[in-house]
């Protein structure tokens, strides 16, 4: 059973701070790793994808992956109210290439 | 803007009826997903689709069924609404190696 493994918080920081986020995946042969930000009732949202180990910098999100200790993080910097929702983390493998989510990372950044 | 739409948003609906959820995309993607989520919860693939006549249950077992006659429409049945099947309904859609975009979800009471 391949699987996605995040703490389910919930990550708890000020506003400004730096949020860092992690996920581990059990399937050594996932070629993608996704971040989605899902807001309380709302569908989730594609925020950060990332193929290739190393950093992957957008805006103030960082995505950061490798391989061979199989996590993918994502950092936040300057983190604000807004930023404050459920992150999830999914990996594509598996013979059929269906992503594979997490349960999900509850971030809440105080003002 | 949105390119997968799904309707209705929300829905109320007695013990036993029979219901359609609809879900549409713009993108001309052959990959469809439906995803089960009680709030606060995991993401839970129930039907997933590969392209037109290609339907598949997914992780979770339910008693819903799907269609794909056309690559842009993936309609979710239940032939008979239960308490149980109360959720929200999140169909998503992908293009190949790529991420998934989701609509915005119906929020479903069987009462």
């Known amino acids: 059973q391949k699987e996605v493994e995040q703490n389910s918080g919930p990550l708890s920081v000020p506003e400004g701070a730096i949020a860092s986020l992690n996920c581990t995946y059990s399937?050594?042969?996932?070629?993608?790793f996704f971040w989605y930000r899902q807001y309380s009732g709302k569908s989730p949202e594609l925020i950060m994808f990332?193929?290739?180990?190393g950093d992957k910098e957008d805006g103030r999100f960082t995505a950061q992956l490798n391989k061979a200790s199989q996590y993918v993080s994502l950092l936040i910097r300057d983190s604000q109210p807004s930023d404050s929702a459920t992150y999830l983390c999914?990996?594509?493998?598996?013979?059929?290439?269906?992503?594979?989510f997490g349960k999900g990372t509850k971030l809440s950044v105080k003002p | 803007e949105a390119d997968i739409y799904q309707t209705p948003r929300y829905l109320v609906i007695g013990t036993g009826k029979k219901i359609t959820l609809e879900c549409s995309q713009t993108?001309?993607?052959?990959?469809m997903y439906w995803y089960q989520q009680d709030p606060g919860m995991e993401l839970h693939l129930i039907h997933y689709?590969?392209?037109?006549?290609?339907?598949e249950k997914g992780d979770l077992s339910s008693e819903s069924t799907v269609s794909r006659i056309r690559t842009e429409h993936f309609p979710l049945t239940l032939e008979s609404a239960r308490p149980s099947h109360t959720s929200q309904y999140l169909c998503?859609?992908?293009?190949?190696?790529?991420?998934?975009?989701f609509g915005s979800g119906t929020r479903l009471t069987v009462v």
């Open positions: 998503a859609s992908s293009a190949q190696y790529y991420g998934y975009t």
């Open positions: 990332i193929y290739s180990n």
């Open positions: 399937d050594r042969g996932s070629q993608s």
């Open positions: 689709s590969y392209g037109v006549n290609s339907t």
């Open positions: 993108m001309g993607h052959d990959k």
């Open positions: 999914a990996v594509r493998g598996g013979s059929q290439g269906n992503l594979i």
